[in-house]
């Protein structure tokens, strides 16, 4: 499994952003997770979303309605609106076999898989 993530970026308060992630090695399994984390600095890391691979998600409570979660057969995305400062963050990529969107793996991080992350800065 290789994840690659891209799309980091220096935004003003307010707008949108994009992160995509290159993903190779999940799809020949039948059951995976797909996820971003974040951290910010300082901080524990946090999970942001995650999806299944029957396209079952769960959110970071605080972001619902602020970000979306999708993936075709090579990429998985986030999307995130009306950003704010706290948003900054490393944000990573994340894979685990054999999981579904119920599992702990969003609660407590412990996917097994990782890209090196891209950097998001929000300036007020």
């Known amino acids: 499994v290789q994840l690659r993530e891209s799309g980091g970026s220096s935004v003003q308060a307010g707008g949108s952003l994009g992160l995509s992630c290159a993903v190779s090695?999940?799809?020949?399994?039948?059951?995976?997770?797909l996820a971003w984390f974040r951290q910010a600095p300082g901080k524990n890391r946090e999970g942001v979303a995650l999806?299944?691979?029957?396209?079952k998600v769960r959110f970071m409570d605080s972001l619902k309605g602020r970000i979306a979660i999708s993936r075709d057969m090579n990429t998985l995305y986030l999307r995130m609106n009306t950003l704010a400062p706290e948003d900054t963050a490393v944000y990573y990529c994340?894979?685990?076999?054999?999981?579904?969107?119920?599992?702990?793996?969003?609660?407590?991080?412990?996917?097994?898989?990782w890209g090196q992350g891209t950097q998001v800065i929000v300036a007020a």
């Open positions: 994340a894979a685990e076999i054999g999981c579904d969107y119920t599992g702990s793996y969003f609660d407590t991080g412990k996917l097994e898989y």
């Open positions: 090695g999940v799809w020949e399994y039948n059951s995976w997770c």
């Open positions: 999806i299944d691979y029957n396209d």
